[in-house]
Nanobody, 121 residues
């Protein structure tokens, strides 16, 4: 089994910072990519930042210059440093891992349960 677990969400004032963490663990043969998504109430889930292992990182336009995606490939862990947070950043933030659980398995996506980020004064 594969587990994807996020942590680090919470309540922060506008202009503040948070750092999210996500670890993929369990039966993992090879990790292809990891990324952060978010879903605000009444809206669709959208990409925040992510990339393939060892590849370039893609950012959504609305977070460029404020959020930084980083990874520790040895630990199958990614991070999202969020600075200059705005009320419109309020959402549940989800982590997705795309990987092969076993060599014979197809590449599949696994999602975490999400961590809530609330930006409010």
């Amino acid at each position: 089994q594969v587990q994807v677990v996020e942590s680090g969400g919470g309540l922060v004032q506008p202009g503040g910072s948070l750092r999210l963490s996500c670890e993929a663990s369990g039966s993992i043969f090879r990790l292809n990519a990891m990324g952060w998504y978010r879903q605000a109430p009444g809206k669709q889930r959208e990409l925040v930042a992510g990339g393939t292992t060892g590849g370039s990182i893609k950012y959504a336009d609305f977070v460029k210059g404020r959020f930084t995606f980083s990874r520790d490939n040895a630990k199958n862990t990614v991070y999202l440093q969020m600075n200059s947070l705005k009320p419109e950043d309020t959402a549940v933030y989800y982590c997705k891992a795309v990987l092969w659980a076993r060599p014979e398995d197809p590449m599949s996506a696994y999602w975490g349960k999400g961590t809530l980020v609330t930006v409010s004064s």
